[in-house]
């Protein structure tokens, strides 16, 4: 406020550029620096068979005998003219790789973050509305429950009830060989991830929702509202949530490279082709050029991330204009 | 008919760790126009009388006993509906902190054109913005409609409370219960805030209930003056005999 | 082992039946459940003194030197928690308890550490601090006296979430393959058998020492609640 917009926006874009960048640096030492070899990547078993020449020869054809700085110099300089490189695995642009794949996590991660955002406040507002009642404990309970079964568990359970047991959908995969543009047939492989997703979330925000709204009917101003002739339930939407939504929203721009990058597991157990699963195999089987794309989308998705949820509480909300603004809120990990 | 009249009432706080009574057997009554100054120690049940009037205690908090009339109607039993009508039209009320009674997250002036909308919901934005300023003008906040937009933070203590009040007369009230309005306030702002309510009283011709720790405050401004301890208000009378009496000491 | 009796269901001899390798599934819980547990206690105790190390450093330090810290664990924050576990674990080289708790450790430490840093800002602005150090109260009085106690709790209750956190953590990553081997019993790593299973249907593999890690956790989530329950005795103002 004391400085223009354009300064201040100018500010933020370096800050981001800077920070991208040292993240490309970041990433692209730890890839190489972890022992392992890319030609394993490259040739697969054939490695062990060839001489020491050959190999020798295939690391100078894909670039990797000069020194690291040198290496990292030639990357740069081609990223910056939109070419990544080649994926040592599947032997193709990498961008045609990611872009394959992509659409899968987008919709996966897009949909389970847009109904965890939609869903948590509804069932947040729900209980802290019947706060101490039966129902708001036993939602409560079922809740913390549902968010001690650990992702990967409550795919394979799902798996087991409904793929295996009682066969109504699909196990794996984004869409049944020979019928990928059956939408119904994509909703059915949707179905399960999606569920994973949403219950392995939901419950964490609804449940901050829920305690900050409870936070809030505390407040004083709650009465000032109510002698104005409110009702109870007018002054929990029009003034508690109002207090609540800034950080909610704070928390909610956290969340969304959580949600969104953290579809791997998920995607693993599924099978199901996204981004997620090629960054597992990427950081596995030392794919260098794909781990770096892949690790800077999601890297620059949780700074940008970052960068709104800090401004969203900084610009928002009053109570943080008047303190000066501290506290980012908390990344969950995993 | 008297404006207000409370009967024998009881109050008590059920707790886990057992039960406190908070009012004890409790009876006044409130003419029209006047000021009763409501006087007593930190936890004496001041607070705790006013709110049971305007039925805004927590869950645990449990009539026992008593009755409340408003123009002769007995509202003891009314549901939190029937008592939304009352409030902000019949009662209303100003809080002790200014700063916590407004939302920090909402403009003053939101804050008070949505009372004015409760209490008018027939007005149109335009007129109601009027009112508003006027309201504003009328409890001596000055630019009015640059004010609207501001925050409580960016308010002083004083003129917090002056937005409070300004909500509180937006209900046009018959009766205002003034809990503590100017504890938090400095004495030259306190001494201001106390004439605005004699002065509104005068022009609107409602009755206010002043609840104060503070015997000056007491005999600048109140008709009558009632006397709280432990739960029991066990004095009331004028102004004039309970000062002259030396009442002062009695509660200071 | 057993390999007569692979995957044989639930019943008198197994009575949690044995998995695709032909191990009893009862005795594994039990000792599986160690090695969790102790991956889940190793690491945290590695997050914990990290995040406050940092936290508190940056939460004292001048602001030049909070804002480099915070930059740094919010650029570690950003690289992918996947890739930074598999660079660890290359770097580290070992595939036993001891090395995953480490890499456990070393990736689950950023989130806290803010956490902290913002607790610290807010003690520190207090006026009991501010009282004890006008009656002459040294740094280390002032930390260690009134300090500390007040910021004991909320670490007690995050480094609880953290044991929680890193059981999951080994969980997944022996899971997916990542963490320990098959050979080296846990609740995950025996979890990592379940994609077999899935075909096999031989459900006590998956189902059982789930259950027993769901459990595990369920406890500590209680355990965090207990110590987090504050005594506030306020009551609602809406009804």
Redesign the interface.
């Known amino acids: 406020m004391k400085k223009g917009y354009p300064v201040k926006l100018l500010k933020e874009t370096l800050k981001f550029t800077l ?1 991208v960048l ?2 490309s640096v ?2 692209f030492g ?2 190489r ?4 070899d890319p030609l394993y990547a490259y040739y697969g078993e054939r490695v062990e068979k060839m001489s020491v020449v050959e190999q020798e020869q295939a690391r100078a054809r894909l670039g990797l005998d000069e020194p690291l700085p040198g290496q990292y110099v030639r990357w740069f300089r081609g990223a910056v003219h939109g070419d990544f490189g080649i994926s040592y695995q599947y032997k193709t642009d990498v961008k045609e790789v990611i872009a394959a794949r992509i659409g899968n996590t987008l919709l996966l991660g897009g949909l389970g973050f847009f109904l965890v955002f939609a869903l948590a406040p509804l069932l947040g507002i729900f209980c802290a509305w019947r ?1 101490d009642k039966a129902v708001d404990r036993l939602i409560c309970r079922i809740g ?2 549902t ?7 409550l795919s ?2 799902l ?2 009830v409904f ?3 009682l066969g109504w959908l699909p ?1 794996s995969g984004a869409y049944s060989v020979g019928k990928e543009g059956s939408l119904a047939d994509r909703a059915a492989h949707l179905i399960l991830p999606l569920a994973v997703v949403v219950l392995g979330h939901l419950w964490y925000y609804a449940f901050q929702v829920r305690n900050r709204l ?1 936070e809030e ?16 339930r007018q ?2 939407y ?2 508690c949530m ?2 609540v ?2 950080s909610y929203l704070s928390m909610m721009a956290l969340a969304l490279p959580h949600i969104l ?1 953290g579809t ?2 998920v995607e ?1 157990v599924f099978s199901y082709p996204g981004i997620g699963t090629l ?2 195999e990427s ?2 089987y030392q794919d260098y050029n794909l ?1 770096m794309v ?2 800077l989308f ?3 998705l ?2 940008l991330c ?1 960068m709104a949820a800090r401004i969203v509480s900084e610009r928002i ?3 943080m ?2 303190r000066g603004g ?3 809120g ?5 | 008919m008297d404006l207000l009249q409370v009967k024998d009432l009881s109050v008590s706080f059920c707790r886990p760790e057992g039960e406190k009574e908070a009012l004890k057997n409790v009876s006044f009554s409130l003419r029209k126009g006047e000021v009763l100054a409501v006087m007593g120690e930190a936890g004496c049940g001041k607070s705790v009388l006013c709110k049971s009037i305007l039925k805004l205690l927590p869950d645990i908090a449990v009539v026992r006993t008593g009755h409340i009339y408003v123009k002769g109607e007995e509202i003891t039993g009314y549901s939190d509906k029937q008592m939304q009508k009352l409030r902000g039209s019949f009662f209303s009320a100003v809080f002790q902190n200014p700063m916590t009674a407004l939302n920090p997250c909402m403009s003053v002036g939101e804050q008070i054109v949505e009372a004015v909308r409760l209490r008018h919901p027939q007005l149109s934005r335009g007129e109601r913005r009027q009112k508003t300023e006027e309201l504003m003008e009328l409890v001596g906040l000055d630019h009015p409609k640059e004010r609207v937009g501001q925050y409580p933070f960016q308010l002083s203590g004083g003129m917090a409370q002056r937005c409070v009040i300004a909500i509180a007369l937006a209900a046009e009230p018959e009766v205002l219960f003034a809990d503590e309005a100017t504890t938090a306030l400095d004495v030259t702002v306190q001494a201001q805030i106390l004439e605005l309510f004699l002065e509104l009283r005068k022009r609107m011709g409602m009755s206010i209930v002043l609840i104060t720790h503070n015997p000056g405050v007491a005999a600048q401004t109140a008709n009558r003056v009632a006397l709280m301890r432990g739960g029991e208000l066990y004095r009331i009378g004028d102004v004039e005999e309970m000062f002259e009496e030396g009442i002062s000491c009695e509660i200071t | 082992m057993d390999l007569s009796h692979c995957n044989a269901a639930p019943g008198r001899e197994f009575f949690f039946g044995t998995d695709a390798l032909g191990r009893d599934i009862f005795s594994m819980i039990w000792h599986g459940g160690r090695i969790s547990l102790l991956v889940g206690v190793l690491a945290t105790a590695i997050s914990t003194v990290l995040a406050v190390l940092v936290g508190s450093a940056s939460g004292c330090a001048p602001a030049w030197a909070d804002g480099v810290l915070m930059r740094l664990t919010e650029l570690v924050l950003s690289v992918p928690g996947l890739l930074l576990t598999v660079f660890l674990q290359a770097v580290l080289g070992g595939t036993d308890a001891f090395c995953l708790s480490v890499v456990i450790g070393l990736t689950g430490w950023m989130s806290m550490a803010k956490v902290v840093r913002t607790e610290v800002l807010q003690l520190k602005n207090t006026d009991y601090v501010l009282a004890a150090r006008c009656l002459g109260g040294g740094f280390f009085h002032v930390l260690f006296r009134h300090m500390v106690p007040n910021f004991v709790p909320s670490v007690l209750f995050m480094a609880v979430m953290n044991v929680r956190n890193a059981i999951v953590a080994e969980a997944t990553l022996s899971f997916m393959g990542l963490g320990l081997p098959v050979e080296t019993v846990s609740w995950g790593s025996m979890l990592s058998l379940s994609q077999d299973a899935l075909l096999t249907r031989s459900w006590w593999t998956i189902l059982i020492p789930g259950v027993f890690l769901a459990g595990t956790l369920l406890c500590l989530t209680n355990l965090g609640d207990y110590m987090r329950k504050s005594a506030s005795k306020r009551h609602s103002n809406l009804k």
């Open positions: 920070s040292v993240l970041l990433v730890m890839s620096l972890a022992p392992g706060e913390t429950v968010s001690c079964i650990p992702e990967f568990w394979l359970l798996l087991l793929a295996v047991w196990s409870l009917v505390r407040a004083d101003y709650v009465l000032l509202a109510r002698m104005k002739g409110m009702s109870g002054v929990l029009r003034h109002r207090g939504l800034p990058g791997y597991v693993t960054a597992y950081a596995r781990l892949v690790s999601t890297g620059t949780v700074i970052n909300d009053p109570r204009r008047a501290v506290d980012g908390e990344v969950r990990r995993l």
